[in-house]
């Protein structure tokens, strides 16, 4: 049984500019990271791997250069690492890129059952947090979203008991597999690949699809399957903060007057 997890290759938000001209993303010189949430799902199906003994493989949709995504997953342990990049999938937004990625692993499913599929609640460039549950609804599997830890898994009965962390409470849900999971970073802590284990890996392979053995209609992928777009992007100014009493002499006083402007601006919950 196969338990995937689904990665994306992300710039590192903490460097990205804006080109004030064209209000595109400057690329050159920005390095690229799996996206946060995503090495939680990752790891996550390394411990159903090695608790389960299933079959663990990563998939990542993007440009060639996304294989150094795939390549730090083969590091960490997973057995198969497959790189969805084709020119017709450029230019999708969400809607579009959870048709790809479902199509391909209806396509590991013609290898082996997949039982569960693993992705972050969302990537740090596009927050949308859709791509998960489009995946789920395109494949039939049960949704389970913003979960923190796993209850409980019965492969024999084909069932997963879970939490889901929600705003100021948490919510168990049982569900059948096969099941598609959205995770938070508080599920897990992620390994990092020791010496041993990115040499063990060196000669492991990436798998590339393209769209020849999806055989995806091109009107449903790429930038012609999107029917959002994005028309400008910009990074929002931030006003001047105010400084509040004397932290330094009176931390006590300043604490208190920073919770009285809180609570007037309604932003503390009491």
């Known amino acids: 049984m196969f338990v995937v997890a689904c990665i994306k290759q992300v710039p590192d938000t903490t460097q990205v500019q804006i080109d004030p001209v064209t209000n595109t993303l400057v690329r050159e010189g920005i390095p690229f990271i ?50 969805l990049s084709d020119r017709v999938f450029g230019g999708a937004d969400t809607l579009s890129t959870s048709n790809v990625l479902a199509a391909a692993i209806r396509k590991l499913a013609e290898e082996d059952e997949v039982g569960l599929v693993f992705c972050g609640k969302q990537t740090i460039d596009g927050d949308t947090a859709q791509v998960g549950p489009g995946i789920a609804v395109r494949l039939g599997f049960s949704q389970l979203t913003l979960v923190d830890r796993i209850e409980h898994l019965d492969f024999m009965e084909k069932k997963i008991r879970v939490r889901r962390k929600l705003e100021g409470r948490y919510e168990i849900v049982e569900a059948r597999l096969p099941a598609m999971i959205t995770v938070v ?32 209609d091109v009107n449903s992928i790429g930038l012609k399957g999107s029917p959002t777009w994005v028309s400008r992007i910009f990074s929002p100014e931030r006003s001047k903060g105010e400084v509040i009493g004397d932290g330094m002499n009176d931390p006590v006083g300043t604490a208190r007057l920073l919770v009285e402007q809180l609570l007037a601006k309604d932003m503390l919950a009491v």
């Open 34 to 83: 799996v996206n946060p949430y995503d090495t939680h799902a990752l790891e996550e199906s390394l411990r159903m791997k090695e608790k389960y003994g299933f079959r663990a493989a990563a998939l990542s949709m993007g440009p060639p250069n996304a294989e150094a995504a795939l390549k730090k997953a083969l590091a960490l342990g997973v057995d198969d690492a497959v790189l």
């Open 185 to 216: 970073r508080e599920l897990n802590r992620p390994r990092y690949p020791t010496v041993p284990m990115r040499l063990k890996s060196a000669n492991a392979q990436v798998r590339v699809w393209d769209n020849g053995q999806l055989k995806l």
